[in-house]
């Protein structure tokens, strides 16, 4: 068996945001011009490992007072102990003054959530204001007007604000707020994930560039992680028991991660047309893939699932929306979830040489 797992999962996003601290994230496609609403790849992996439903490292957030008394924030560390699935999958980075830096790299190589061709997703300005409607219960309300004199804003007291607006014959009934507008993501999007099976359960021991701090080792060792060696040098390998623990929990996180928005209005189930999974990069890239017509007044794009490649692809019954002659099945989720596991289960993690 090759030592990689590629996935290519196409899902269809609905008037969304995968990201909201400034808005819907966005690149400039360099052949169209068109700005692409995209998903990280850290955001993926972050959705990924929380999708696991094992218990998370504890992560020490460090703040330091400066002499004025003004609190700032520094680097995040995390305990860089494998023995936490998070940590094992996610990988980590500590670098403190006078101790040696420890690092390891997540056996997950993940791509951002982007639209599977430019013409087939992308961005759209959000046209609907934020509500503010308090008609029913006018008196449980509190409302306050401000006015700007010598550049500095004042309130107006209740008397003088009545008085205004019976002079001006105005009124301050429900609003709508939507001062700069917002975007959001609509279309059909694709993500890769590759998976390292040579790491995915080792840890290197290599003491020049060390992936352990000489305790956390030693706590390996006695849970039973054994010695052993992958075309890196020697390392560290989890469990048998473990493994078998974390395989399904792992497939299934895979095929069945959400982005979750903290804003309501801008939930979309993100549901997932088809997945292609091979030990080949190429062979999902040509599986899933838009193609470009240039047949018509102007140029279009169509989602295409190819079946000839040498890929094991799964079809869901919600492809039919999007791909003409597209038939799927219930349970092809089930099924890709169950190969997945397969693929992980079969690889020889003791005897990689």
């Excluded at 969304?16 to 400039?28: A, E, I, L, M, R």
Aim: contains cysteine; proline residues 6%; neutral net charge.
């Amino acid at each position: 068996m090759k030592p990689f797992i590629y996935l290519r999962g196409l899902r269809n996003a609905e008037h969304t945001v995968f990201g909201v601290n400034d808005g819907q994230k966005f690149y400039t496609d360099p052949q169209t011009g068109r700005k692409m609403a995209y998903s990280s790849g850290q955001q993926v992996k972050r959705s990924i490992i929380e999708a696991l439903e094992l218990p998370f490292a504890a992560i020490t957030f460090n703040w330091e007072i400066d002499k004025k008394g003004v609190a700032g924030m520094l680097e995040p560390h995390s305990p860089c102990n494998p023995a936490f699935t998070d940590q094992l999958l996610g990988g980590y980075m500590k670098a403190e003054k006078d101790s040696f830096t420890v690092k390891r790299r997540s056996p997950l190589s993940i791509s951002a959530m982007r639209p599977l061709h430019p013409l087939l997703g992308g961005l759209e300005r959000e046209t609907e204001p934020v509500v503010f409607d308090r008609s029913a219960r006018p008196n449980d309300h509190i409302v306050k007007v401000y006015e700007i004199k010598d550049s500095k804003r004042s309130e107006i007291p209740q008397e003088a604000l009545e008085e205004w607006l019976t002079t001006n014959k105005r009124n301050l009934g429900p609003k709508y707020f939507n001062k700069n507008g917002m975007t959001r993501a609509s279309g059909l999007f694709s993500y890769d994930i590759a998976i390292d099976l040579r790491t995915l359960f080792c840890v290197s021991t290599n003491k020049l560039e060390p992936e352990l701090f000489p305790e956390i080792e030693e706590k390996l060792r006695e849970q039973g992680w054994v010695e052993g060696k992958n075309i890196f040098g020697r390392c560290l390998i989890c469990p048998k028991e473990k493994r078998d623990e974390i395989i399904p929990k792992l497939a299934s996180a895979l095929i069945n991660w959400r982005i979750t928005s903290n804003q309501a209005r801008t939930f979309s189930l993100m549901e997932t047309v088809a997945l292609a999974i091979s030990d080949n990069a190429n062979q999902i890239a040509y599986a899933i893939r838009g193609e470009l017509r240039d047949d018509r007044e102007r140029p279009t794009a169509v989602p295409k699932i190819d079946e000839t490649t040498k890929a094991d692809i799964f079809v869901t019954p919600i492809a039919s929306s999007f791909i003409a002659g597209s038939v799927g099945s219930a349970d092809a989720l089930e099924k890709a979830e169950e190969h997945l596991i397969k693929l992980l289960s079969d690889f020889d993690y003791e005897n990689q040489i």
